[in-house]
């Protein structure tokens, strides 16, 4: 009587392996997926595609660490562009001062170099000559700037009422112009004014200056203070929120 050789065991537990593996795929309907990551540089992975087992390939739209970090900073543009367009069309409905109101502007004691110091008459002698340009005006009214109050023995700080900064400056330097007679340049010691006009509402910042021989220095500080009028009235008073 012939003997059937039997099979070994270890084939036949393998074939059942891929079979319960086919069953329970085919009963759940899932589909097995490759994935391919890719690296951001900086240590972080994001799926690139991924593929299945049919061959079919799909990009995966996944954000990096690097558009994660970007996403606040574009809102943060967009919020600050939304509040600047809300400012201005705020300002653009806000009532403006009429035509005869008053301007407050606060003068800042000047700034003065050191050969101005010296060629100074008296302390305080070039302040007093360029406030008393804007005393006199009938629309400028010249205010105290910002200033530290004692109450109860806290400092505390006293907004100004002023609608206008203007901070000038002023100095005596050697500059060459060209002489009226002859034609051609010559050194002369002059006295140059320079101012930094700035208003809130409406946003603007503006520069003058003018410069004359300083022995004449009174007569350049008035043509100066005409540059800053001609600012603040005509540039800037327009559009200044009524009071």
Not at 106 to 115: E, N, Q, T
Not at 135 to 145: H, Y
Not at 214 to 242: C, M, T
Request: charged share 25%; with cysteine.
């Amino acid at each position: 009587m012939s003997k059937t050789p039997r099979r070994p065991k270890s084939v036949l537990i393998p074939g059942c392996l891929v079979m319960v593996c086919l069953a329970m795929t085919a009963c759940t309907g899932g589909t097995n997926t490759s994935k391919v990551y890719r690296a951001d540089g900086q240590g972080s992975k994001a799926v690139a595609n991924e593929t299945d087992y049919d061959g079919q390939t799909s990009t995966q739209a996944t954000q990096d660490s690097k558009a994660k970090r970007q996403v606040p900073a574009q809102q943060m543009t967009e919020q600050r562009r939304t509040r600047k367009v809300e400012q201005i069309e705020g300002l653009s409905i806000a009532p403006k001062r009429r035509p005869n109101d008053p301007i407050y502007v606060s003068l800042v004691p000047p700034v003065l170099d050191s050969k101005m110091q010296e060629a100074e008459k008296s302390k305080g002698s070039v302040e007093r000559q360029i406030r008393s340009e804007f005393t006199s005006d009938p629309i400028i009214k010249l205010v105290e700037g910002d200033r530290s109050s004692s109450d109860k023995g806290k400092v505390r700080s006293v907004p100004s009422i002023a609608d206008v900064e203007v901070a000038p400056k002023v100095s005596i330097k050697d500059v060459y112009v060209l002489q009226p007679k002859t034609g051609k340049p010559g050194k002369m010691t002059a006295v140059i004014f320079e101012a930094t006009i700035t208003s809130q509402e409406p946003p603007i910042t503006s520069t003058v200056s003018e410069t004359g021989h300083y022995l004449q220095n009174v007569e350049v500080s008035k043509r100066f203070a005409s540059q800053i009028k001609q600012i603040i009235l005509e540039r800037i008073g327009p559009g200044i929120p009524a009071h």
